[in-house]
């Protein structure tokens, strides 16, 4: 069992780790302190539940449920271009950011997990890694139906990586705030989120 768990954890962790929309947005959340704590929790718990799905057999609909998967990937690559155009607009005025305590009080928390939502839910990427990928994989192994379940074992490593992906992201960010104090710094940040979403879009466009 625990070599399926570790199996899980490496797998969940080789997925999430990629340079993403998603992550990039935990990334700043975190080096400015706005709302970090409830964007991991948003982002940990949907893996949670979207691995689960995955494993519960979902995925299979998913597959054959062709138009649902391009509503999505429509919805995301719109989504992106809209927060990516956000980000330049901010680029072009880096000294109205900060990494202080008090950049949590700039956004309402409803706006920032909103954004961290459709970030997660509106990534097609998201549903082929976690409910298509991981399902599939986890599908592979003994089903006893019990706790010690193959499936579920492998699941709950996978998850686990999510949790402590996000977790590390989010606060481990506070780190770097010295080296970003200087609004130049945050311009080149804020150009390489932009960046990151076009990029993501663009794949999504065409893939």
Known sequence: MLALLVAGFLTGGSLIVAIGAQNAYVLRQGLTRSHTAAVVALCSVSDVILIAAGVAGVGTVVTHAGWVVDAVTWFGVAFLLWYAAASFRRALHPAALSTGAGAAALEPR????????????????????????????????????????????????AASASIVWFTSLGFGARKLAPLLARPRAWQVLELVVAATMVTVAANLALG
């Open 110 to 157: 409803g706006r920032v997990l909103g954004r961290a939502a459709a970030l997660t839910w509106l990534n097609p990427h998201v549903y082929l890694d976690t409910v298509l990928l991981i399902g599939s994989i986890a599908a592979t192994h003994d089903a006893t139906g019990g706790i010690l379940d193959g499936r579920w074992v492998f699941a709950a490593g």
